[in-house]
């Protein structure tokens, strides 16, 4: 939450990406660039960043890191223990036709409304 609280002093971005792929421990190949963390990891993270963020710039919007498996159930499980509240939802839908990118943000979307 430090390095959060730092940046949101110096920098005021209206969204903030909390995470990059926390989910990607459901992929079948291992990806780098991603953080790979379990629900309840990744709500603490976010609680507690999130949290950190709001008391220096209340404004921000707080968007839940890019998830990447295409798998419905992680965000399903996460979203109601994330506090404070996310105003969205980074989805990396890659390897995905149009017509399937738009059937998984749909999906998304049920969870979120």
């Known amino acids: 939450a430090g390095e959060a609280e730092w940046y949101a002093e110096r920098c005021t971005p209206t969204y903030w ?5 926390w989910e990607a421990w459901l992929l079948p190949e291992p990806s780098p660039s991603s953080w790979k963390m379990q629900i309840p990891e990744y ?32 965000v399903e499980e996460v979203w109601p223990l994330l506090d404070p509240r996310p105003a969205g939802l980074d989805v990396h839908p890659y390897s995905k036709s149009a017509d399937e990118a738009r059937e998984l943000l749909r999906a998304y979307k049920a969870v979120l409304l």
Do not use: C, K, R
């Open 17 to 21: 990406v909390l995470g990059n792929e």
């Open 43 to 74: 709500a603490a993270f976010w609680n507690a960043t999130g949290t950190a963020i709001l008391e220096v710039q209340p404004d921000a919007q707080l968007v839940v890191g890019g998830v990447v498996s295409g798998q419905i159930w992680p």
